[in-house]
């Protein structure tokens, strides 16, 4: 039977507004593999929301609101509540959970232990009928002692939550706010004569090889400690033992060895990796050699689930990861589940582990109140901070601790990096929001352009003396969202420059949508900030990951591959030869395969080698225990233009081959039997996440999409300037632009045929003063039909724009229409190849006949940058989620002279001079004509790839 109210209304919601820890809890310690009795309590659970709501089921662990219990909501740096601390607002949900269950005889045999893994929100917890204590610290483990609580039967566990708390002003980090016990509830037998905690301690000397252990172990009992591979079976506790010969951990060779610790009543088994980081003429050492970090900041998220990520999941991750040549994560911004860090020890990721920690709602408010720097919030994260290290301080894949994230500067932050310091001395303290670098061990910042980071590498930064001594890293850069993250590969070559610099972490690896079914015609709904109704919300930035929330891979996430690649090749066709980098921290290359031969190659340096270069030449190195491609280069000899000799000559009714042209317009209108619709030039994109963003090095200024709205050079209006035969080539003069402004483009179509091809020399002069960048420069037409396929030889399988494409190398690919298109959550611009063969297949005719032979176009042309997708410009601009664009109906075509980069302005710089598009003349060559099909054409979502013969 459901009992009535446990708590006190008012005593639960004033303690709410209390800024002190969470009390009642034990000591923080390891997590730890133990033999002693576990008994889960995941499952079914009873909740209501206060204070009338009637009882259902849900499931632990798990978020409220993705039950049915409330909605979510998306904020980044806004409180979505009065900024009036410590105090929460009356409008605060809460809510009752309940669990019914019958103890483990075998755990009941012993004193006991409740665990809580993870609750966001602030909650008051009993066991039958007596209160446990309160609960903290949203990502944060706390464990409550129940011996002589939990009895022989039924038990009754009462958890009262609420969302918000004095707390939340410490949890204002960039994700979703969603209530619930979103990790797992154990109960824990703890033997008398057992084994409270454990800290190893294992460190590698690089200079002899050799290896120092020492395990450190709270019990009551006599201890004994074993590593079974290093033939030591009775190691006393609390003391260094040295290993004259270990092999030491990395990510690259993440040898762990099995410890341990034992008493009559319990024994613990833990994975140690003997490893030395530490800071050495500015530079990161990683057992005594340069470490640079290839990152990227996780967040723990599910497009169902929230938070509640499943280990299988987490392990597919980061072989994902590891497959595209990351080998970092910062656990943005708090400390993962627990057995994520047992994936990265194994897997080999280094790992920077962040307090659950972020005040950043007060910048807002030019940080008045801050906790940081009030006294008043002292113990509460100081507490945080010490469960942070505590529970992790284990795994030798943790290289970092974080003190936070955005939670601006002062006394308490100075205090934890102290108690850091003293409390694990063995790893650097990591802390981005204080400039001063005083207490900390790296210099971090986010974001900053790829100028200043040079500058911070070269030493020509001005910089205090202290901060000078220390390497610099990005803990966060390259925001990945929409189209894009532009510019990688000059910070990349900055990282490898300059050996002050450590890298740093791509934001960020996983976008957050929330999926909430299917379209009628099958398209996932996937949401983001304001689709909840919520009043204050920050839209679609939390759309920004490498991966969708479903952990497909975007198109940025193969061009991470390439750019973060260990080994660099240079091919040289001139001289014949390839250089080779190894840019492994300590792997030679004899683990690679190489269609090559492959000389070896030490970490850290550089081999030329002769290599007969003829026409196309592609090199893969590929990784033999794990089977993917590590690195790769090409060698794309020049192309010739495709030549049309011009042997039709325009006809009186303005005929040109194959081609029909309007006598209005001076447009085409007809090529064969394939109709061309609103051929016209243009100079503007749907604007992509990073072209609505204010570049960093350019705040005083518009974003680019408002600069080009301002500007309108989405609606250019055309005057046909005249029509004339020049020989064989038919010349249409065209002058085109926006309204308002003096000023537009002079075109200048140049046509000529074969009498099956038809040959386009376009030229684009702009005149007067144009008050913007152009997005792009060329050509856009409509096809009256959907596409089926887009089969292409060019650069491919994904997108490439002047900044971005890395990943794509030269070839012939296949792929289906939305796969072409690349559809994001929030439409945008994007999908761009560059091609110099193409052919779009069209779907068949609305009478459903079998398709003509010839329906469809072919592009020829050399780098020609072609888009193909179902909607125009203008739909794809005015609508805010992918399931919402229309059903396909058409096919829009554009072929450029020119584009602009993309940046990461959403957050961070914006495009980069060398690929930003300045009004100047442009020239597009290409041919257009129809293929020539023998059978019917079937839509296709599926996408190959092949190398074309040389």
Not at 225 to 245: C, K, M, N, T, Y
Not at 360 to 386: C, K, Q, T, V, Y
Not at 455 to 473: M, N, V, Y
Not at 521 to 529: D, H, I, K, P
């Amino acid at each position: 039977m459901i009992k009535k109210d446990y708590v006190p209304v008012t005593s639960f919601r004033t303690e709410l507004a209390s800024p002190q820890p969470g009390r009642g809890g034990l000591p923080a310690r390891a997590h730890l593999r133990s033999d002693a009795p576990r008994q889960p309590l995941d499952g079914a659970w009873q909740v209501r929301r206060r204070p009338d709501g009637g009882w259902s089921e849900i499931r632990v662990p798990g978020h409220l609101p993705l039950q049915g219990h409330g909605t979510p909501i998306y904020a980044n740096v806004q409180f979505p509540f009065p900024v009036d601390p410590p105090f929460p607002p009356d409008d605060n949900p809460e809510f009752d959970h309940r669990l019914e269950f019958e103890a483990d005889p075998a755990v009941l045999a012993h004193p006991s232990a409740l665990r809580f893994e993870g609750v966001d929100g602030a909650a008051t917890v009993r066991l039958n009928d007596v209160e446990l204590g309160t609960l903290r610290g949203s990502r944060l483990t706390t464990e409550f002692d129940t011996t002589g609580v939990l009895r022989d039967g039924v038990n009754v566990l009462q958890v009262r939550l609420a969302q918000w708390s004095a707390h939340s002003y410490l949890e204002d980090q960039d994700m979703w706010w969603m209530p619930g016990i979103f990790r797992s509830v154990t109960l824990l037998a703890r033997p008398a004569g057992g084994i409270r905690d454990v800290f190893v301690h294992a460190s590698y000397d690089h200079r002899d090889g050799s290896g120092t252990l020492r395990v450190d172990v709270d019990s009551d009992a006599a201890v004994t400690v074993s590593v079974p591979a290093l033939g030591r079976e009775d190691l006393s506790a609390g003391e260094s033992h040295h290993f004259r010969s270990v092999d030491p951990w990395t990510a690259e060779t993440p040898s762990l060895y099995a410890v341990r610790v034992h008493t009559q009543q319990e024994t613990v088994t833990l994975r140690a990796g003997f490893r030395t980081v530490h800071v050495d003429d500015a530079t990161l050492m990683l057992n005594g050699r340069p470490l640079l970090l290839r990152g990227v900041n996780r967040h723990e998220h599910d497009p169902l689930h929230g938070r509640t990520v499943d280990l299988a999941t987490a392990r597919a991750e980061l072989e994902l990861m590891k497959r595209h040549n990351i080998n970092a994560v910062r656990t943005s911004h708090y400390p993962p589940q627990a057995d994520f860090l047992d994936l990265t020890d194994e897997l080999g990721l280094y790992v920077m582990v962040e307090n659950d920690l972020e005040t950043h709602g007060f910048e807002l408010n030019d940080w008045r109140g801050n906790p940081s720097d009030d006294p008043l919030w002292h113990d509460a994260i100081l507490d945080r901070m010490r469960r942070t290290v505590e529970r992790d301080k284990n795994h030798p894949s943790v290289l970092f601790w974080s003190l936070g994230n955005e939670a601006g500067t002062g006394a308490n932050l100075d205090a934890i990096a102290q108690w850091t310091k003293r409390r694990d001395p063995s790893r650097p303290v990591h802390y981005e929001g204080d400039r001063r670098s005083r207490h900390v061990d790296v210099y971090s910042r986010m974001y900053a352009t790829t100028a200043e980071v040079e500058r911070i590498g070269a030493g020509t930064e001005p910089e205090d003396e202290h901060r000078r001594e220390l390497p610099f890293l990005l803990c966060e850069y390259a925001h990945a969202m929409g189209n894009g993250p532009g510019g990688l590969s000059e910070y990349q070559e900055l990282f490898h420059r300059y050996p002050r610099l450590a890298g740093g972490f791509i934001w960020e690896w996983v976008e957050h949508a929330l999926h909430a079914g299917t379209t009628a015609e099958g398209r996932t709904v996937q949401l983001y900030g304001g689709d909840f109704g919520e009043r204050v919300h920050d839209g679609s930035f939390v759309i920004d990951g490498l991966v969708h929330a479903d952990r497909t891979p975007g198109p940025g996430l193969a061009d991470v591959a390439r750019v973060f690649a260990p080994v660099g090749l240079t091919i040289d066709a001139e001289r014949s030869t390839v250089t080779i980098v190894n840019r492994y921290h300590s792997l030679d290359l004899t683990h690679l395969d190489a269609d090559f031969p492959l000389p070896p190659v030490a970490p850290g340096d550089t081999v030329t080698v002769p290599l007969e270069v003829s026409s196309l030449v592609t090199l893969s190195l590929r990784d033999r225990r794990q089977g993917h491609e590590v690195a790769w280069a090409q060698h794309v000899p020049p192309r010739p233009a495709p030549a049309v000799e011009a042997t039709a000559v325009p006809s009186g009714d303005l005929r040109l081959g194959p081609a029909v042209f309007d006598a209005r317009t001076g447009m085409p209108v007809r090529l064969g039997d394939l109709g061309l619709h609103d051929v016209a030039v243009s100079l503007w994109r749907a604007p992509t996440e990073n072209d609505r963003g204010q570049g960093w090095e350019e705040r005083d200024l518009p974003s680019m999409a408002d600069r080009w709205a301002a500007a309108r050079l989405g609606d250019l209006r055309t005057r046909l300037i005249g029509i004339t035969a020049d020989g064989p080539a038919l010349v249409v003069r065209t002058r085109s632009g926006p309204p308002v402004i003096d000023a537009g483009v002079d075109v200048t179509w140049r046509w000529t045929s074969d009498g099956d091809a038809l040959a386009l020399d376009l030229t684009i002069e702009p005149y007067g003063r144009w008050p913007c960048e152009w997005a792009r420069a060329g050509i856009d037409l409509r096809l009256d039909r959907p596409t089926a396929r887009v089969t292409w030889t060019g650069w491919g399988p994904g997108p490439q724009y002047p900044d971005t494409g890395q990943g794509a190398r030269y070839g012939t690919f296949t792929a289906g229409r939305d796969t072409y298109a690349v559809r994001t959550v929030r439409p945008q611009e994007h999908g761009a190849r560059r091609v110099d063969d193409a052919t779009i297949d069209l779907a068949p005719a609305p009478e459903n006949r079998p398709e003509r032979a010839g329906a469809g176009l072919r592009v020829r042309g050399v780098d020609v940058p072609l888009t193909v997708r179902p909607w125009s410009r203008e739909t794809v601009a005015a609508t805010a989620h992918d399931h919402e664009l229309p059903a396909a109906a058409s096919t829009w075509i554009s072929l450029d002279a020119a584009a602009s980069g993309v940046g990461t302005a959403s957050c961070g710089q914006g495009v980069l001079p060398p690929y930003r598009l300045a009004p100047s003349t442009r020239r597009l060559r290409v041919v257009l004509q129809q293929p020539i099909r023998e059978e019917p054409v079937a839509t296709s979502s599926y996408q190959s790839v092949s190398e074309p013969s040389p």
